[in-house]
Nanobody, 117 residues
């Protein structure tokens, strides 16, 4: 059974940092590429970073140089270190495989990140 549990979100001031974690079931983690997505209010969910099994990383331009994705294959866990946070980073953050599941596919509950003074 697929399981994704995101954690680590919260309220932070602009310029602050957060570290998100995503614990996954083995069945999905064994898929080579995992990613972090985010969905801001009123907007579609978008991919912001992804990582291969061998830890090759790719970032959206909006987060490049500020966010770092990593994975611990032994713990079936994916992380997202977010530095220099901006108000426009405010969103619910989700992890999932890349490419994402199709319509009706499984998503975890996500973790809310709010950047505000």
């Amino acid at each position: 059974q697929v399981q994704l549990v995101e954690s680590g979100g919260g309220l932070v001031q602009p310029g602050g940092s957060l570290r998100l974690s995503c614990t996954t079931s083995g069945s999905i983690f064994s898929i080579a590429v995992m990613g972090w997505y985010r969905q801001a209010p009123g907007k579609q969910r978008v991919l912001v970073a992804h990582i291969t099994w061998g830890s090759t990383t790719t970032y959206a331009d909006s987060v490049k140089g500020r966010f770092t994705i990593s994975r611990d294959n032994a713990k079936n866990t994916v992380y997202l270190q977010m530095n220099s946070l901006k108000p426009e980073d405010t969103a619910v953050y989700y992890c999932n495989k890349v490419p994402p599941p199709g319509p009706g596919g499984y998503w975890g509950q996500g973790t809310q990140v709010t950047v505000s003074s």
